[in-house]
């Protein structure tokens, strides 16, 4: 008993972490159609500037999540007009931004190393204490994360259902061309996305840095599970991916859990593999028909 | 309204439009006719802007848009219905007919632009909260031509509405497409049915390898039994 409370609280954490990187990664995907191979470097960014804000700063904590926040989404914007700006339209534009995403990440990187160096940062961001249920101890922090996942994903899911904008971001994840012809100037589009991602990124990057601790490689494996989460979901689908990212966070605790922590990520492959083999375009994805 | 003169355009180094002008004044029904494959939907992504010129000019309601982004042409007021639907096969109706106003910013203009896309396929509105995808061809290319006409363009650029439907449908779609003209909407059309062409049209251009091969009203076309045989197997 005590077992499976510990294994859906902490499933329901990692979960919702996963979701607010996959949603980010997703957004990206789903409108651009590319990988942003930057996601995991803007992730530790996020954590180490709300870092930074809370201590060097001595900024109130919910001051200095916002200013994360806000470098994120700038971050995001810098990408666009350092690097997208210039491939759209361009030949194999999907390959050159997964190349040049990555090199931007190698920058950011080397930046938090030159500026933080590589030992382990504790972030002071996070709340003590908690409940117990039976025997189990469910950190406050816990809970915290998956409220705040919570509270974030609506605000997505609103954002995109009903403001012109996300209108315009789904628009473009499901017919480029069209969506030109609407009047819609795409590459804004673009730019709107992935300030979006940025933010989201900063947020998922502080939400992580409050359950381990700082690292400049600390982005990889969320950006990692993010990918893997979007793959078993169906590309750019980000409702799917949300309940997907909850899903496996669950299942991937329980193999640690049972089986041992060394199993979770072949665990996730071995789904992977599974999902591409019987559901190409994702669990929740749709197969794509072209007709006239 | 729209003048198209002498424009080239090709994909790599392939050219696809060699020297094409036309004409289409305010108010008038233009259809482009033309065997397959030689570039009928090419000329109308020249003047949308899709495919970029590499010489020649357009120029639209007195303005030079040849070079200027889709979108900026858009907000000049000219939309282009593109063959195959190209909708939104995960919004709603609705979504759809919403994204055809983004350019419309205020709420109540919106809505009767809504309304009156309505009241045109009455049977969309019956099937506003459904999924695009779930939609039959028919009710696809309705709401193909309802989000076009959401943006309350000047010109409309059709091209060919009539593709791949049962003819009980396109008889629907180009009584639509008379109304609209009757309205007083500049239309440009591409049709691959000649006798449709003619019983609509005011002007007739016949494209073919990327020329202008022949132009005139329906009624020469239908007097000119070679052209009709030659070009069009009858």
Not at chain 1, 37 to 47: E, H
Not at chain 2, 60 to 76: H, P
């Amino acid at each position: 008993m005590d077992g499976w409370v510990q294994i859906i609280a902490s499933g329901l954490t990692v979960g919702a972490m996963y979701a607010v990187s996959t949603i980010a990664l997703s957004l990206v995907w789903g409108a651009l159609n590319v990988l942003n191979m930057g996601q995991g470097a803007m992730l530790a960014v996020g954590g180490y500037i709300a870092y930074t804000a809370a201590t060097a700063l001595n900024l109130p904590i919910p001051l200095a999540i916002g200013v994360a926040i806000i470098v994120g989404a700038g971050i995001g914007v810098l990408m666009y007009f350092l690097i997208i700006k210039f491939m759209i339209g361009k030949d194999s534009f999907e390959t050159n931004v997964i190349i040049a995403t990555f090199g931007f990440a190698l920058v950011l990187e080397n930046l938090i190393l030159r500026f933080y160096g590589a030992y382990p940062l504790r972030q002071p961001i996070g709340i003590d204490g908690g409940w117990y249920i039976g025997a189990t101890h469910i950190p406050y922090q816990n809970v915290l994360l998956i409220v705040a996942s919570g509270v974030l994903m609506v605000v997505v899911a609103y954002i995109l259902k009903n403001t012109r904008m996300g209108r315009a971001i789904r628009a473009t994840a499901q017919n480029r061309e069209a969506t030109e012809l609407m009047g819609v100037r795409v590459s804004w589009v673009f730019l709107q996305v992935l300030m979006l991602g940025g933010g989201l990124a900063a947020v998922s990057g502080i939400m992580l840095s409050t359950l381990t601790t700082l690292a400049p490689t600390m982005g990889y494996d969320p950006m990692l599970k993010a990918f893997i989460i979007c793959v078993i979901a169906g590309l750019g689908n980000i409702y799917g991916a949300l309940v997907s990212a909850f899903v496996l966070g669950l299942f991937e605790v329980s193999i640690q859990f049972m089986f041992g922590v060394r199993f979770g990520f072949p665990a996730l492959l071995l789904l992977v593999i599974l999902a591409l083999i019987w559901r190409p375009y994702g669990v929740f994805g749709r197969r794509k028909t072209d007709r006239l | 309204m729209l003048n198209v003169s002498r424009i080239t355009a090709g994909y790599g180094g392939h050219k696809v439009i060699k020297g094409v002008s036309l004409n289409v004044p305010e108010g008038a029904l233009i259809t482009i006719i033309g065997p397959n494959g030689h570039g009928k939907t090419t000329l109308l992504r020249c003047i949308s802007g899709i495919v970029p010129i590499d010489d020649g000019r357009i120029v639209f309601d007195g303005k030079q848009i040849d070079g200027s982004r889709v979108d900026e042409i858009v907000k000049l007021g000219m939309v282009h219905i593109p063959q195959g639907d190209l909708l939104y096969p995960d919004m709603t109706v609705d979504d759809n007919l919403l994204m055809g106003g983004y350019l419309i910013k205020s709420v109540t203009q919106l809505e009767d632009r809504r309304e009156k896309v309505l009241d045109l396929f009455p049977t969309l509105s019956e099937r506003k909260k459904q999924i695009a995808s779930t939609l039959s061809g028919g009710e696809r290319r309705m709401l193909a031509m309802g989000r076009g006409l959401m943006t309350g363009a000047k010109i409309l650029l059709l091209d060919e509405p009539s593709l791949g439907l049962a003819p009980v449908v396109i008889e629907k779609i180009f009584e639509t497409i008379r109304k609209l003209n009757k309205d007083g909407q500049t239309i440009l059309l591409i049709e691959e049915n000649v006798s449709r062409a003619i019983s609509v049209s005011d002007h007739i251009y016949l494209l073919d390898e990327g020329q202008i091969a022949w132009e005139g009203s329906g009624h020469d076309l239908s007097g000119n039994e070679q052209l009709m045989e030659v070009f069009l197997g009858g």
